[in-house]
C-alpha cells in the first residue's frame, strides 16, 4: 500500500530561520511528488511536482528536491506570511489510477 | 480563468437526510476527484470522474455514497442518510490531463 510519512507534524520558526521539511513515502513505482500549502479553511494550493530522483525545483523561498525514498521541502529566510500547512503527495505509476496519496502534513508557523 | 467553484462552501445536514455537494471544474479541464479530509487527518482520495464516466471510485464508501460528472453541469458528490461521522471538509479537484491537480475552496459539511 502506498504510504506518505510527513515530518515533523509542526514546526515554529522565527523570520529568518531557515529550516526543512520531511515526506518520506513508499509507493509501487512513483509517478510523481507532489507539494501543496493549505491555509486554514481553504484547498490546497499547488507548489511544485518532482518525477525522478534528484530533481529540484524552486520557487520563491521554497525549495524542493526528490530522492528515491523522500523529499525535502527547503524554506530559507521564511516569513511570517509563509505560515501554513505544507502537505505532500505521491502518485503511483502503476495500476492505472491518477489518485494522489497525501500526507498529514506538517503545519509552519512562522513568527515575527 | 476561475479556479475550481465549489458550492454549497457550508453545509448543515441532519441526521438521516442527503447533502449535495457541487463542484464545477476548471474552463477546459475534463478530469474530476473528489477528496475528503477529516479533522486532524489527511485528504483522502474518494473517486475519479470523467465526463459520463467514473474512472476510480476505489476510495468511495459502498453504501450512501455516489459521484457523477455529466455531460452538462457541475459535478455532483451525493450522500444519503448522512451520520455524525460524514462531517468533514470535501474537496474538488480538477485537471485538464491525469496529473497536476487543482483543488476548490472546499464544501465543510457538518451533521448534526
Known amino acids: 500500500e502506498d504510504q506518505v510519512t510527513q515530518s515533523p507534524e509542526a514546526l515554529r520558526l522565527q523570520e529568518g530561520e531557515s529550516s526543512s521539511l520531511n515526506c518520506s513515502y513508499t509507493?509501487?513505482?512513483?509517478?510523481?511528488l507532489f507539494w501543496y500549502r493549505q491555509d486554514p479553511g481553504k484547498g490546497p494550493e499547488f507548489l511544485f511536482t518532482?518525477?525522478?530522483a534528484g530533481e529540484e525545483k524552486e520557487k520563491e523561498r521554497l525549495k524542493a528536491t526528490l530522492t528515491k525514498k523522500e523529499s525535502f521541502l527547503h524554506i530559507t529566510a521564511p516569513k511570517p506570511e509563509d505560515s501554513a500547512t505544507y502537505l505532500c503527495?505521491?502518485?503511483?505509476?502503476?495500476?492505472?489510477?491518477?489518485?494522489?496519496?497525501f500526507g498529514k502534513g506538517t503545519k509552519l508557523t512562522v513568527n515575527p | 480563468n476561475a479556479g475550481v467553484m465549489q458550492n454549497p462552501r457550508h453545509l448543515v445536514r441532519r441526521r438521516g437526510q442527503e447533502a449535495r455537494l457541487r463542484c464545477s471544474p476548471m474552463?477546459?479541464?475534463?478530469?474530476v476527484y473528489w477528496y475528503r479530509q477529516l479533522p486532524e487527518e489527511g485528504l483522502k482520495f474518494m473517486v475519479y470522474?470523467?465526463?459520463?464516466?467514473?474512472?476510480?471510485e476505489s476510495g468511495m464508501p459502498k453504501e450512501r455514497f455516489s459521484a457523477e460528472f455529466p455531460k452538462e453541469g457541475p459535478s455532483i458528490l451525493r450522500i444519503q442518510q448522512v451520520v455524525r461521522g460524514d462531517s468533514a471538509a470535501y474537496f474538488c479537484?480538477?485537471?485538464?490531463?491525469?496529473?497536476?491537480?487543482?483543488f476548490g475552496p472546499g464544501t465543510r459539511l457538518t451533521v448534526t
Open positions: 503527495a505521491v502518485q503511483a505509476a502503476q495500476g492505472g489510477s491518477e489518485k494522489l496519496v
Open positions: 518532482l518525477y525522478s
Open positions: 479537484a480538477s485537471s485538464p490531463d491525469p496529473g497536476q491537480m487543482q
Open positions: 509507493v509501487s513505482g512513483l509517478r510523481g
Open positions: 470522474l470523467q465526463k459520463e464516466n467514473i474512472i476510480d
Open positions: 474552463k477546459g479541464h475534463s478530469h
